[in-house]
């Protein structure tokens, strides 16, 4: 008489459960790039100094209102734009070497690691360029 091991075989097994229905997950690409608007800002930051980043003093408001000469606000209206300028210009003149605090406030405006690192190679690749045509 022969002897059939049935335990290994599926085909009479029952399943312990129903196999749970997995809904798919829908994951939003996050952009990597920047609006033609954002680039722009970027490309005007390059001219602007580091002290656009500072707010005036009480004293330079001051002597601005005697003796007229009053500073145009650099800041933009809108608060995305604005921390994206502050992130350019520190970039235009520090490159990687920006404040933390700085980083912080241009990810919570809503721009993320990749679009950072597009706009610091975009920024690096103009000033090599400008630094080989000198």
């Known amino acids: 008489m022969a002897y059939v091991d049935f335990s290994g075989d599926t085909l009479f097994a029952t399943p312990a459960a129903a196999p749970a229905i997995v809904a798919p997950v829908i994951v ?3 952009p990597t790039g920047l609006t033609a ?3 722009s800002v970027v490309a005007l930051a390059q001219r602007d100094r ?5 707010e005036p003093s009480p004293l330079s408001i001051a002597l601005g209102r005697v003796f007229g000469t009053r500073r145009r606000d650099p800041n933009l209206a809108d608060p995305k734009l604005e921390a994206l300028r502050r992130m350019a210009v520190l970039s235009w003149h520090r490159g990687y070497a920006v404040p933390v605090h700085e980083l912080a406030a241009f990810f919570d405006a809503g721009f993320n690691t990749d679009q950072y690192e597009t706009m610091l190679a975009s920024i690096s690749t103009a000033q090599a360029s400008r630094t080989n045509r000198g």
């Open 28 to 30: 939003e690409p996050t």
């Open 37 to 39: 608007l954002e680039w």
């Open 50 to 54: 580091m002290a656009s980043l500072r």
